[in-house]
């Protein structure tokens, strides 16, 4: 079991709500990464982070913000969320070499937005 | 477009039988990974198998490797019940810290 927590695992909210996911990892790594999948879908990438003050935007264009202020911590942000949000979304993290290896995953956040 | 699309996209199979999938990419990759994801749940990794291999191992698992074909193929033997869930091929490119994944394969393993 992989040493990355996403909270929460569940959240219903309504259309224009401020929402932040939370993804932490306790392994020091300095990549993180952040992707959206739809049910039975590809994964998307929307954030990553090199180490932290990085934060690049991913393959997929997506209206949330990230910050990387600790090492361990990756949070997401969506300003005023709408039922097009609605989806999985997965963090992970991979450690910090030329090559980039396996990364570990959290359980992810079914977000759902009526 | 997405740089690995696996096939097939579902599979269903009887338990101690074997099950095959591949994937397919377009660009040169650095190393091609595969992940499991059961239902709900995060990606868990694999195996690796970087370009300049042919072949890898792990337990009941066997990667192979073509660049001239820009494919590869997971195969899983004597499979179990347990090994139901949604198989992704995930490419690495040079230059890029970061992996595209396939559409995956869905297996189901039947008791």
């Known amino acids: 079991e992989a040493d990355i927590y996403q909270t929460p695992r569940y959240l219903v909210i309504g259309t224009g709500k401020k929402i932040t996911l939370e993804c932490s990892q306790t392994?020091?790594?300095?990549?993180m990464y952040w992707y959206q999948q739809d049910p039975g879908m590809e994964l998307h990438l929307i954030h990553y982070?090199?180490?932290?003050?990085?934060?690049e935007k991913g393959d997929l264009s997506s209206e949330s913000t990230v910050s990387r202020i600790r090492t361990e911590h990756f949070p997401l942000t969506l300003e005023s969320a709408r039922p097009s949000h609605t989806s999985q979304y997965l963090c992970?993290?991979?450690?910090?070499?030329?090559?980039?290896?396996?990364?570990?995953f959290g359980p992810g956040t079914r977000l759902t937005v009526t | 477009s997405q740089q690995g699309e696996e096939d097939p996209q579902a599979l269903s199979i009887q338990e101690g039988e074997n099950a095959t999938m591949n994937c397919s990419y377009k660009?040169?990759?650095?190393?091609l990974q595969w992940y499991r994801q059961n239902s709900g749940r995060g990606l868990v990794h694999l195996i690796l198998?970087?370009?300049?291999?042919r072949e890898k191992h792990s337990g009941r698992l066997r990667v192979t490797l073509d660049t001239s074909k820009k494919s590869s193929s997971l195969l899983i033997t004597a499979s179990r019940a347990a090994d139901t869930a949604s198989y992704f091929c995930?490419?690495?490119?040079?230059?890029?810290?970061?992996?595209?994944f396939g559409i995956g394969t869905k297996l189901q393993v039947i008791p």
């Open positions: 992970a993290s991979s450690e910090s070499r030329n090559e980039l290896r396996e990364q570990y």
């Open positions: 392994m020091g790594h300095d990549k």
């Open positions: 982070s090199y180490g932290v003050n990085s934060t």
């Open positions: 660009t040169s990759i650095n190393n």
């Open positions: 198998i970087r370009s300049n291999e």
């Open positions: 995930a490419t690495n490119s040079g230059g890029y810290q970061k992996v595209t």
